[in-house]
Each structure stands twice: as structure tokens, then as C-alpha cells.
């Protein structure tokens, strides 16, 4: 059974049902998320209560946090959004919904080990990397200019880690190096043997990557997919979305800055 694998939604509803409409089309039915389910975007509530029903599990992260506990080095217009997105989870006048709320983002893990059903590769799953799950950035520039970062990095990953956080998706391997999507020929990275793998499955609901399409990934197992490889493989995908929906919200809501609408547009 392939997984999808989404991220960083950010409160934005638009990019979410998108993505999960196009999950839907492709007939893939696991889902699994890795974090930042809110912040900077104005659909909190809705978000939370969708990958509460469609996904098998997600992750915490930093901005998850940030809401349920405190913000931690957010800059003014991140804390500000954490702030009104903590007000909406307390203003729900359902107390059984607000509990629910609550209780699943309580329950959220910082750091998930799992094989998907059907795949032949071990998973390790963190919002931002395999040392610091929740707050550390591995940003492409790192493979060039951050050997010993990478180093410490891979020394936390026994075969394939996934990763959120910069919204920029693409592959890290141990040599070290990166590659985006676009220098993966198909979009696909297949698992290869003796070789370690960061995947970065990119934002669905604020990518960073100058590209304003809804960002985030597949897995398939050997047996799946179109590809047949030894080990399965990693698929990126990207889909348009009604931007203008979620940045005149955000306009609406004075506790959100213009700018986080306004950088929507070109995908940073
Ligand atoms: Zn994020």
C-alpha cells in the first residue's frame, strides 16, 4: 500500500483538500503527516480536524508546538499567528470538540520509526531532523557548505529519514549532496542499497522552493507503483491550488500579516 507522505500545511484548507483530493484521485489511501498542521495560515481548526480524520498518524511540529505550548525562536509574525491560532482553539464552543482538539495534538510525536505496509524500507519520520526533531533546519545548502552537520545528521539514520520544516523538498544523500525534484528525472527517487537517504517531502501549505504549488510526496514499496526497484521508491508531486482563497482570508484576519498571503503567490 503506498503512503503519502504531506507537511507543513500550515493552516492553509485550500492547499490541504487540494492535496487531498489529489491522494484521493490517485486511489492512495494511507496518508501520513509529519507537522506545522498550523500556523501563519487561517484555517487551524479545519486543518487539525482533517488530518485528525484522514491521516494514520502525524507528527509535532515546531509550530504544533508553538500553539499547544509555547513559540520557540519564532519571529513576531509567526508568534502573533501562533497567538490568534491558540485563541481559536480555545474560542470552539463545543467542549467535546475542543477536547478532541486538544487530546490529539497533545498525543502528537516529536519522532516515528516505521516500515509502511508493503515497503521493504525502514522509515524514520521527524518534523525537522533525525537530532533535533522538532527545531533543526537541513537546508539544501548544508550538502555543500555543512559536511560535519551532514555528518551528524546521517549518523541518526539507519537507511531513509523524512523530513518537513524548510518547506524546500528534495534528497539528501550521505554523499553529501541534494537534489530537488526537478534533477530527479521523473520526480522519483528510488532507495538504493548502501546508500542513506534524507527526504525533504516539501510544504503543502506555504512552500518555499519558488514554485506556489501545494508540495508533498509518495512511497511505494517494491511491489507498487510504476516503478519496480529493489528497495521502492519516492515520488514528489505538486498541484495547484486556490491561493487567492487563503490570502484573502488572511487579509481578513488582522492578527495574520498581509505577507503571509502576499508570499503564497511566489512559493517563499
Ligand atoms: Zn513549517
Redesign the pocket.
Known sequence: MPTAVIS?I?ANASALKTVLEDIDRRGVSRIICLG?IVGYGPDPLECVDLVRQRCAWSLM?N?DFGVLYEPTNFNPGAESAAFWTREQFAKEPSEKLLAERYDFLGRLRVRVVETPPGGAVPLLAVHGSPRRPINEYIFPDDAMNGPDKMQGIFERVDKVCIV??T?VPGVFTDEPDFYPPSELGDACYRFMEGEKAVVNVG?VGQPRDLDPRASYAIVFGPDEGAQKTPLGYVQFVRVPYDIDATASKIRGIPELSDWLGERLYDGR
Open positions: 507543513d500550515h506545522d511540529g509550530h518537513g520544516h518547506h510544504s
